[in-house]
């Protein structure tokens, strides 16, 4: 074990040997006799005898608001047109294909981005929070230049604005951990990524509901845009007043020196436990974004309506948004990260597979059942999977695993919905264009990626998977530290 204080050393990341209580600590944090360094209020060595001071600022709860608003709405500038596919080509005289492509160039833009979105994250989030801001703002006036009249309306602005909404969503879907790692203390960061990494899939529930009843015929497509891009000037405006960051650490954990970037790279690549959470998080997030922007399609061979999906797609996402907000805090507080991954994958699993047959059914219960037992599952594991990532790779910075798990994911969406399309049957097909072997082989990738997170802790590996910034952060926190709540 390198014991040299330098932080950004790969030695100390994943040592070679079993980890000891001692090499979980803070060597370069300087509580040793005679290191007496510490300045700011409320700080003071241990040594002599002096309280350290932690402090959390109620301030954090604007910039939590305000990062859970434009993860809301963009997302639902994401599903402005899927909710709402064949009216969407009518108006722009365009194929449903084409429709499609929208929604794969804004998966495809955050993976062309996500790099930048690490720098600035690593800088701060709210470089990452304006630099959001302005892009929705500039994205969606975009897409309504192109859609001013009722008449028809011009597919090259659609795409461009929402290819720039794209670029906007890595500073902010993976934006959460670093902000809950920067504001909050360990008896709150799940819950607070929760509440934030789960408002981009709410905002989708928006789209899905409230975008079909803005639209019953193709001209209503020119009024729907203009719709939502006021709603997102409002959302993302505040941005630019989020403050930088708490005056003082809200707790040891948020005060370690972080590895540098080049560092991080190397480290995420080494780590296998890293992988084995980081293929099923990608892969089953892929799969979410292609079930939301095809879910339409996908049920309306079988006599379901635009209304009824968007009912589907809502209750994949408030019954997993209900579900996240009951387990987060039990999680928060048993820290059984482990315990809930192995449990929920096999669950999303499975649920994929089951759903292969529930559109054929022709009858609501099925699908809505599938799909609501589909976002609990999956629901619940976003928070926990982000943060555990976040516990097995300290001290990387917050942001580096987050933005690698959401561009894979965005990755997989995009490469998803162009294969399920291409897997749409013909017009001769019974019923014509269904997605059955879409649907086969979404459940043969999502449990094909099952038995990899089962194997977490496996194998003499178990010294790999300990909680590292929470235990950071009960090894460097003396009996005479003081947390409290500031204004």
């Not at 090499?23 to 300087?30: A, E, K, M, T």
């Amino acid at each position: 074990m390198n014991t040299d204080g330098n932080p950004s050393s790969g030695s100390r990341f994943w040592p070679k040997k079993k980890l000891g209580s001692r090499d979980y600590s803070l060597q370069d944090r300087n509580i040793e006799a005679g290191s007496g360094d510490n300045d700011g209020e409320g700080g003071g060595s241990v040594d002599e005898g002096q309280s350290t001071e932690y402090r959390t600022y109620k301030r954090r709860w604007f910039g939590l608001a305000q990062l859970t608003l434009m993860n809301i709405i963009v997302s639902w500038d994401w599903l402005t047109f899927a909710p709402v596919a064949s009216n969407a080509a009518e108006y722009y005289n365009v194929t449903e294909s084409t429709i499609n492509w929208i929604s794969t160039a804004f998966f495809l833009a955050f993976v062309a981005v996500f790099p930048l979105s690490i720098l600035a994250l690593h800088r701060g989030p709210k470089l990452a929070f304006n630099i959001a801001g302005v892009l929705i703002l500039l994205g969606n006036w975009i897409r309504y230049a192109g859609a001013t009249k009722s008449s028809g309306g011009h597919i090259a602005y659609a795409m461009s604005g929402e290819i720039i909404i794209g670029f906007a969503q890595p500073f902010i879907l993976a934006a959460p951990t670093r902000y809950s790692d920067l504001w909050f203390t360990n008896r709150g960061r799940v819950a607070a990524t929760a509440l934030t990494s789960l408002a981009n899939p709410f905002g989708a529930a928006l789209g899905q509901l409230i975008v079909p009843l803005w639209v019953s015929k193709p001209s209503d497509v020119s009024r729907m845009v203009l719709y939502v891009s006021i709603i997102s000037t409002v959302c993302a405006f505040p941005a630019l007043f989020v403050p930088a960051k708490p005056p003082t650490p809200v707790g040891p954990a948020s005060e370690t020196p972080k590895m540098s970037l080049r560092d991080s790279v190397g480290a995420v690549s080494r780590s296998l436990e890293l992988w084995l959470i980081l293929i099923p998080f990608s892969i089953y997030v892929g799969f979410f974004n292609s079930i939301s922007s095809l879910l339409n399609q996908m049920l309306n061979p079988y006599g379901f309506s635009d209304d009824q999906a968007g009912i589907g797609g809502a209750i994949l996402i408030v019954v997993g948004l209900v579900s996240s907000a009951i387990s987060s805090p039990i999680i928060d507080r048993t820290k059984s990260f482990l315990l809930a991954v192995k449990l929920l994958v096999p669950v999303v699993g499975l649920a994929y597979l089951a759903f292969v047959w529930m559109p054929e059914t022709s009858t609501l219960p099925g699908p809505y059942v599938i799909l609501a037992i589909l976002g609990a599952a999956c629901f619940s594991l976003v928070p926990v999977a982000l943060e555990y990532l976040i516990e097995l790779s300290h001290p990387l910075s917050p942001e580096v695993t987050s933005t690698v798990a959401w561009a894979g994911g965005q990755l997989f969406g995009a490469i998803f919905t162009i294969v399920s399309d291409a897997l749409v049957a013909g017009k001769d097909a019974h019923p014509p264009k269904n997605m059955k072997k879409a649907l086969i082989f979404q459940a043969v990738v999502a449990l094909a990626v099952v038995p990899l997170p089962l194997c977490l802790g496996l194998f003499g590996r178990k010294d790999k998977v300990v909680l590292r910034r929470i235990i950071s952060d009960e090894q460097v926190r003396p009996n005479n530290t003081v947390v409290t709540t500031n204004e």
